[in-house]
């Protein structure tokens, strides 16, 4: 590994810190690609010859083409979850939770308990909902599907993700100033 890379921390890239307004860049980001991608399959599809002696080829192909990149797609999308829970994760950290000395927070749970130890109220189903992402993405990031056989997340199940962390974040805004005031 780079020595840049080994010595990298958070304090060196981070600007303005992480922003709850970046959950949307991110889901314009893989929705573009998945755009690339769809243009490009069927740009190379509508370039493949018909053949006489096998008739249903281009069908075949082009349905294959299709396939693998809809399962593509669902990896992208999977990415996607991983950085917007990473992203939810360092908002927890870095904005919520009062600055100064703390021990590290390894894991969703360990930071949800910090912030509600912080005073931070919560609808119970959205936390229920948040510990439930988790879990997903912790499957998915410990122990990866095949490439070929994976979990179908689509655009749909990103959007309920970044609406519920969205909705959690605006909730705790509300609250940030009086708790911070009191820590």
Same mark, same amino acid.
């Given at each position: 590994m780079r020595? *840049?890379?080994r010595t990298l921390t958070a304090d060196q890239y981070w600007v303005n810190g992480p922003s709850a307004d970046e959950f949307a860049q991110v889901? +314009?980001?893989?929705?573009?690609y998945s755009d690339y991608a769809d243009a490009w399959i069927e740009r190379t599809i509508s370039g493949i010859a018909n053949v006489d002696q096998f008739p249903d080829a281009h069908a075949e192909v082009s349905s294959d083409l299709r396939y693998y990149n809809h399962i593509e797609k669902g990896l992208l999308w999977s990415f996607a979850l991983w950085r917007l829970q990473g992203?939810? +994760? *360092?908002?927890? %950290?870095?904005?919520?939770?009062? #600055?100064g000395p703390r021990k590290f927070l390894i894991g969703l749970e360990a930071k949800l308990k910090a912030v509600a130890a912080s005073g931070y109220q919560i609808n119970t189903n959205d936390l229920e909902a948040l510990r439930a992402w988790g879990r997903l993405r912790n499957l998915l990031s410990h122990m990866p599907p095949e490439h070929f056989h994976p979990v179908a997340i689509d655009r749909e199940d990103v959007e309920e993700?970044?609406?519920l962390v969205k909705r959690v974040c605006q909730h705790w805004?509300?609250?940030? #100033?009086? %708790?911070?005031?009191?820590l």
């Open positions: 020595d *840049a890379l889901v +314009e980001l893989v929705q573009k992203m939810f +994760e *360092a908002l927890l %950290i870095s904005y919520y939770l009062p #600055s993700y970044v609406s805004s509300g609250q940030r #100033s009086k %708790i911070l005031a009191i």
